[in-house]
């Protein structure tokens, strides 16, 4: 079993910082690409950042300049570091993943995790 799990998440206000984390764990031979995606009330999923396993990152536009996104691949670990954080960001962030699971041969399957809250009040 594969398991991708979230945690870091809370409350804060305006102008402050939060740090996510995700892990995946399990029956793990690799992990290709990683990424964060985030869902407020009433909207769809959408893309927050994501970072391959040579370090290549892509960010959504409006979080370019505030959100690092970063990697350990040893721990198959990847990072969040959220700043100036606005009441437009409070959603649940959810964490993907491509893994190998099991052996080398076997084609990535997509995994998500269920999610943390982060609630920025004003």
């Known amino acids: 079993q594969v398991q991708v799990m979230e945690s870091g998440g809370g409350l804060v206000t305006a102008g402050g910082s939060l740090r996510l984390s995700c892990v995946a764990s399990?029956?793990?031979?690799?992990?290709?690409?990683m990424g964060w995606y985030r869902q407020a009330p009433g909207s769809l999923r959408g893309l927050v950042a994501t970072?391959?396993?040579?370090?290549?990152?892509n960010y959504a536009d409006s979080m370019k300049g505030r959100f690092t996104i970063s990697r350990d691949n040893f721990a198959f670990t990847i990072y969040l570091q959220m700043n100036r954080l606005e009441p437009e960001d409070t959603a649940v962030y959810y964490c993907n993943a491509d893994i190998v699971v099991g052996g080398g041969k076997n084609r990535p399957t997509n995994f998500w995790g269920q999610g943390t809250q982060v609630t920025v009040s004003s």
């Open positions: 970072i391959t396993r040579n370090g290549s990152t």
């Open positions: 399990g029956n793990i031979f690799d992990v290709h690409t």
